[in-house]
């Protein structure tokens, strides 16, 4: 449970996942509906995501999983600064 909860807490900390929070919000409060976007993940251990590499190894695994390709992934870097 507790790996589990340190893997959402990676998830969230990714520029992939704070991207999609950042298409919808409109000020700086978060609802649950800012994560309307945000697919959930299998957080256990037999997750398709390497949840226990580096949050960078992390980054590719969702974009290449959601089928991001070279420019769509540059413009999400250029946007959302590292954690």
Do not use: D, M
């Given at each position: 449970m507790q790996a589990?909860?340190?893997?959402l807490e990676?998830?969230?900390k990714?520029?992939?996942?704070?991207f999609l929070v950042l298409q919808a919000i409109?000020?700086?409060h978060l609802t649950r509906s800012s994560f309307q976007f945000v697919p959930m993940q299998d957080f256990s251990s037999s997750s398709d995501i390497p949840w226990q590499k580096p949050l960078e190894e992390v980054e590719e695994?969702?974009?290449?999983k959601y089928g991001l390709d070279a420019k769509e992934?540059?413009?999400i870097n250029g946007l959302i600064r590292e954690w």
């Open positions: 589990e909860a340190q893997n990676k998830y969230l990714t520029k992939f996942a704070r409109s000020s700086i695994a969702l974009c290449k992934t540059e413009f």
